[in-house]
């Protein structure tokens, strides 16, 4: 569930020349600094960032984008936005102190983008999952190959013109974490009773691929939620080869990952997986205490590393 949308309301910019007021925010091209960042007070792990934004009447010559994940000047952060690449009109690239720019994806002609003209942009986060939608219509949407940082919201402008950011504002959710296991009674059971109820406690939204409800086929379900989760956990006690293939997939993406194993069912772990840390749990009452103590003591202290590993 989205929380209400927050508007940006005070600015601090980083870099750059800008004009400020409440409601906008207006980068001032010059030739000798072509580059502006500004941070407003929202911090966005999974939700949306929603702006209008005009480019000068040279459009060719500017950039206006969303930043996502700033943490600090020598951390790495991702823009989404109007104008930029290689001469794109859409694009999502990411910054890294120590290699540059980095385009992720883009499309579109940049010659298409109209001089003061207001698009309403949307840039939507959900877990390494981003797209981008102007005026209405998705045009972006790319896989990031780890986690982002949960950093502050911002806007960045490039160009020797102006570029002009309005009714900017932030709509968050809860983080997610996607529970992967077998589907009998006694896993439905550790779920409802131990697993929802601990990511409750921590505002994180727990659910299985059997919690989503529409056409389609399965997998494509599993990997859209385990791509748009900030953190997997997985039961492992069966050797069940649809968990492994979950689990492996959870990996690939670097995903903050926990494993539950019941203790008395678990004679040995698979070799690819000895050398992971593990939850072990007993199927008593004082059993049932230790891992949800467990199990919050791993989510509070990857929530608390901005679900990156």
């Excluded at 939204?205 to 997997?232: F, N």
């Excluded at 494993?259 to 000895?274: C, G, K, M, Q, V």
Aim: negative net charge.
């Amino acid at each position: 569930m989205m929380t209400a949308s927050k508007p940006f309301s005070s600015w601090a910019p980083i870099m750059g020349y800008w004009q400020l007021s409440d409601a906008r925010a207006t980068f001032v091209g010059e030739p000798t600094f072509p580059r502006g960042t500004l941070l407003g007070h929202s911090r966005l792990s999974s939700g949306t960032v929603n702006a209008t934004i005009t480019l000068s009447e040279d459009a060719s010559d500017v950039a206006g984008h969303i930043l996502l994940g700033y943490v600090s000047p020598g951390s790495p952060y991702i823009t989404v936005g109007l104008g930029g690449g290689d001469s794109e009109a859409y694009v999502i690239s990411e910054f890294s102190p120590n290699l540059g720019w980095n385009r992720l994806e883009g499309i579109g002609e940049r010659s298409s983008l109209l001089g003061e003209r207001s698009y309403a942009v949307e840039v939507r986060a959900n877990g390494q999952r981003l797209s981008l939608s102007v005026d209405g219509i998705r045009v972006l949407t790319h896989v990031l190959p780890q986690p982002p940082e949960t950093g502050q919201v911002g806007l960045f402008a490039w160009g020797s013109g102006a570029v002009t950011f309005e009714a900017v504002a932030v709509s968050a959710r809860p983080p997610s974490a996607f529970v992967v296991m077998q589907f009998t009674t006694q896993f439905d059971e550790l779920f409802e009773d131990v697993i929802r109820p601990v990511c409750a406690d921590l505002e994180i939204e727990a659910y299985r691929a059997s919690d989503i409800y529409r056409p389609g086929v399965i997998i494509q379900d599993i990997i859209q939620g385990l791509t748009d989760s900030q953190v997997v956990i997985a039961e492992i006690t069966p050797a069940n080869p649809n968990v492994f293939y979950e689990l492996g997939y959870s990996h690939a993406l670097r995903k903050p990952t926990i494993l539950l194993a019941n203790r008395d069912e678990t004679d040995r772990l698979p070799f690819d997986l000895s050398g992971f840390r593990v939850i072990f749990y007993d199927n008593t009452i004082r059993g049932k205490s230790s891992i949800e103590s467990d199990l919050r003591r791993h989510l509070f202290t990857i929530r608390d590393n901005g679900f990156r590993t």
